[in-house]
């Protein structure tokens, strides 16, 4: 692991993506402590551009709302809702594709029937209908996005456990007496986390995208101030301020692509096979 | 005249290998017409030697000092493309493994025509036709219909005849071959090993052999290398290097080798039979639709033995044979079809959950690959305990017992706490039984538990199993394909071809005095046997 950590930070694109999520995460922990007050409240007059008016330094929105304490708090909730539902994903996806990979056979054919029953509708679309039968809360978007995430996950587990069971350590395991979840959680499992890890630090970033596609729609949460939610908002306005969807994109565009080097550093500092040709 | 001649040749290893130089002072001629064999184990830096002359060394990786002179030209000082125009044409290589260096995908014929167009040879008919000859050359059965099959609907000996034509395509003045029978059958080895010899004398080609076998060597060498660690312990004529050995390097690998008569024999037949294997049966399916056949393999066709108490009983056979499955049949790994395996008075074969769990303990394996045998991610402490702590042993005392297996099988107390990768396969191997015996078994199936060490680390490793089943009261089913090694362990020897046992009965009968012809095929086939011969008239003497 020591030596995992130090081909990660070899990776210079990595780094670079990890430093802006804990920069983005400081402002999404710290952030509300220091500006308390209500992203909704209206602080001064509409449109008003970046650094026009001190004290509302990005400027403000259609009805007056401070940019960038909207920035600030909708940081808070992209990145819970990434990291929630992808969770949600994980514990939804990993125990099916570790079922289906380990006992095969009807097992593994009726459960990835099942898989492939969520994998043939768009995901995007599944989303929104999901949506529109549940109320649009925080917990049913992250939900929402946990169903829909979850298939590939499945596929991956799936495959990497197919590989792993046939290991004759496993084998040993099963002559040694081991019962089949000790096995699947102490000898499969552990050896199938890497590209697990890095399957999941790419799908926080689809989440993160997701919800503030959905936001754009107005199908989030019409008591959290998202990304998403301010894009959309500003969505009418594009051409007379641009800027009022220009700064949330940024944030999204920042923070997915510091997922996405984050999880292609890990990629290259977990994958053996990458490993062995550097050593 | 020499045709290769490589100088006190050295090659780097990347900051943080064991040691700073793959080789050093590698000198060595090579004449035309000569077969030079690179005898050594593994990390000796056999293979990195052949790979310098075809400049296919790994990344990171450089030769430092001396020169390799190829017709007069130093090929080290020689760009890419130059080097791309001398590989294939005047030195061909060959793998040793076929299945990998063949691409799946492409079919032979299209394969071999390949080295032509990459050269800008010839026409694409003329292409395929020297291809025909060429597999026609290699006495590959049924050449025109070879020749549009893919690699996967080859036997592993077919698909190396293909790498030799492959390499022989444009009549290469060298030809490298890496280990290149190390992954067949012993009858397929002879048969290529005879290949390469024939091939040799009819085209006048010299061959650089890599191989770690003494046996292979004594067949085929006229000149053999012996490496250690990197660099070259004793050079000579064939005989001087193994029946006159002057380097104890050399001596310690030559005396490894086990012989096909030795081993001290017991009679058994007397003692309780603590295993009986009765008309096992197991018939693997594969393909089949609405329009094909299935296809139906007879894996075990009614096998039936005894095991009697304190005894081993060597399985050997050709890969296919079946050995493999039964082994993995009798501790259910497998689901025999039919048949009974009867151990203290309980069919194991019919076993189900808590029952079987509860009656597995009792026999119990040690695998192969000591490489993917052991969890990565688990302590050694871990893999030694886990299988006493389902069994409801306390955590506290599966763990002191875990020590005292580290001793018994020759291992410090203190590897407890490591992780298998910090250990060398002979070592991992050691854990590999130390696991098997936790559970305190009567029987261990053997499955090639030595097939993947060096000569003598193979030889502690049977000295250790040896030992510990003397000690411990253990009966053993030791499946290998190296007859070798079967008549230094076993007391009894049960011959396996498709599925059936064509022999079985004391290991020196059925070594000296074969009654089935395909256990006498076997046991013409190994290498080296006048060498043996010769080698017991120097001893005697």
Known sequence: MIKAWKRFAQNHGAVIGLIILLLVVLVAVLGPMFFPQSPWRMVNRPFLPPFAVDGVPLGTDAVGRDVLIGLIHGARVSLMVGLVSTVVALLIGVPIGALAGFFGGWVDDALMRFTEFFQTIPSFALAIVLLAIFQPSLFYIILTIAIVSWPPVARLVRGEVLSLRTREYVEAAILSGQTNLQIILRQVLPNALPPIIVLASLMVATAILLESSLSFLGLGDPNVMSWGYMIGAARTVLRTAWWLSFIPGIAILLTVLALNLIGEGLNDALNPRLTRRSE | ?541
């Open chain 2, 1 to 541: 005249m020499s045709l290769l001649q490589i100088k006190d040749l050295a090659i780097a290893l990347p900051k943080g290998a064991d040691r700073p130089h793959a080789v050093e002072q590698i000198d060595f001629d090579l004449a035309p017409g000569e077969i030079l064999c690179i005898v050594g184990e593994s990390g000796s830096g056999k293979s990195m030697s052949a790979n310098a002359v075809m400049g296919l060394l790994p990344e990171g990786v450089r030769p430092v000092k001396g020169e390799i002179v190829f017709d007069g030209t130093d090929i080290l000082g020689q760009t890419e493309d130059q080097m791309r125009a001398v590989r294939g044409r005047d030195i061909g290589m060959i793998f040793q493994e076929p299945l990998s260096a063949l691409n799946p995908l492409m079919r032979v014929g299209a394969q071999i025509a390949e080295v032509f167009e990459a050269h800008g040879l010839l026409s694409p008919g003329e292409r395929q036709k020297r291809a025909l000859e060429l597999l026609r050359e290699v006495q590959l059965p049924d050449p025109e219909k070879a020749i549009r099959a893919y690699p996967f609907q080859l036997s592993g000996g077919q698909r190396q005849r293909v790498m030799i034509a492959m390499a022989l395509a444009l009549e290469p003045r060298i030809l490298i071959a890496d280990e290149p029978t190390t992954a067949l059958d012993v009858t397929t080895q002879a048969q290529i090993l005879k290949l390469i010899e024939d091939l040799r004398q009819k085209r006048g080609m010299a061959v650089i052999f890599i191989t770690h076998d003494f046996g292979v060597v004594a067949d085929i060498a006229d000149r053999v290398i012996v490496m250690e660690k990197g660099l070259i312990v004793e050079q000579g004529s064939v005989d001087d290097v193994l029946l006159r050995s002057k380097h104890p390097y050399t001596q310690k690998l030559v005396r490894a080798i086990p012989g096909i008569v030795a081993g001290e024999k017991h009679d058994f037949s007397e003692a309780p039979v603590i295993l009986k294997v009765d008309g096992l049966t197991k018939v693997f399916t594969t393909g089949g639709g609405f329009f094909s056949k299935p296809r139906v393999v007879r894996a075990l066709d009614d096998v039936s033995f005894d095991l009697y108490t304190g005894e081993t009983i060597g399985i050997v056979g050709e890969s296919g044979s079946g050995k493999s499955t039964c082994g993995r049949a009798l501790v259910r790994l497998l689901e025999p079809d039919s048949g009974t395996v009867e151990m203290a008075g309980v069919d194991m074969a019919k076993l189900r959950g808590a029952d079987l769990r509860a009656n597995r303990r009792k026999i119990q394996m040690i695998f192969q690959d000591p490489f993917s045998s052991l969890n990565p991610r688990a302590r050694v402490g871990r893999i030694l305990s886990e299988g006493q702590i389902a069994y409801g042993t306390p955590r506290r005392e599966a763990l002191a017992r875990a020590r005292e297996l580290l001793s018994l099988v020759g291992l410090d107390a203190s590897a407890v706490d490591r992780f298998p990768h910090e250990f060398s396969g002979g070592q991992r191997q050691r854990i590999g039984i130390a696991r098997a015996l936790a559970l305190d078994p009567d029987i261990i199936i053997a499955d090639e538990a030595v097939s993947a060490l060096d000569v003598s680390i193979q030889a502690q490793v049977l000295d250790l199993l040896a030992d510990l089943k003397e000690r411990l009261n253990l009966s053993m089913l030791f499946i290998t394909h190296d007859l070798r090694v079967a008549a230094q362990v076993c007391d009894r020897i049960m011959v396996m071809q498709h599925g059936k046992v064509v022999e079985i009965g004391p290991a020196d009968r059925v070594l000296m005095a074969p009654e089935h012809p395909y256990t006498r095929s076997l046991l013409d086939a190994v290498p080296g046997k006048e060498y043996e011969e010769a080698l017991k008239k120097v001893v005697g003497q």
